[in-house]
């Protein structure tokens, strides 16, 4: 595992990924920190897995606590299911601190999200 540390930037955000992910953690920031929007970070990954500039693996975990401040927080884990979709995983692609949930149905980025304390 490897663990990114909060930067300088607004908001309080630290991740732990497989060791073969870091290159696309380290993408995923970069766009972050270029200033693009979810939607833009999504399409842009996505393309360049399917370009075959880095891959995802099914199953594969990242830990990851995201907040306004480190005192409120929210531990999210997230699990890789590449290309599923709400119905192939059985969820909801509502955002929900409460229940699993899946983001970026549809892509080769598709992640089940599930929130903790």
Same mark, same amino acid.
């Given at each position: 595992?490897?663990?990114?540390?909060?930067?300088?930037?607004? #908001?309080?955000?630290?991740?732990?990924?497989?060791?073969?992910?870091?290159?696309?953690?380290?993408?995923?920031?970069?766009?972050?920190?270029?200033?693009?929007?979810?939607?833009?970070?999504?399409?842009?990954?996505?393309?360049?897995?399917?370009? #075959?500039?880095?891959?995802?693996?099914?199953?594969?975990?990242?830990?990851?606590?995201?907040?306004?401040?480190?005192?409120?927080?929210?531990?999210?884990?997230?699990?890789?299911?590449?290309?599923?979709?709400?119905?192939?995983?059985?969820?909801?692609?509502?955002?929900?601190?409460?229940?699993?949930?899946?983001?970026?149905?549809?892509?080769?980025?598709?992640?089940?999200?599930?929130? #903790?304390?």
């Amino acid at each position: 595992m490897i663990c990114m540390a909060d930067t300088p930037a607004p #908001g309080f955000a630290v991740s732990c990924h497989h060791n073969d992910d870091d290159a696309n953690a380290l993408r995923f920031w970069e766009l972050v920190a270029a200033g693009k929007s979810a939607e833009e970070i999504r399409d842009i990954l996505s393309a360049e897995v399917k370009e #075959g500039k880095f891959k995802v693996a099914a199953g594969r975990v990242t830990y990851s606590l995201y907040g306004p401040f480190q005192s409120s927080a929210i531990v999210l884990m997230s699990v890789a299911v590449p290309n599923a979709t709400a119905e192939s995983a059985g969820l909801s692609t509502k955002m929900d601190h409460f229940r699993p949930w899946l983001m970026w149905a549809g892509t080769p980025l598709a992640h089940i999200m599930l929130p #903790g304390q």
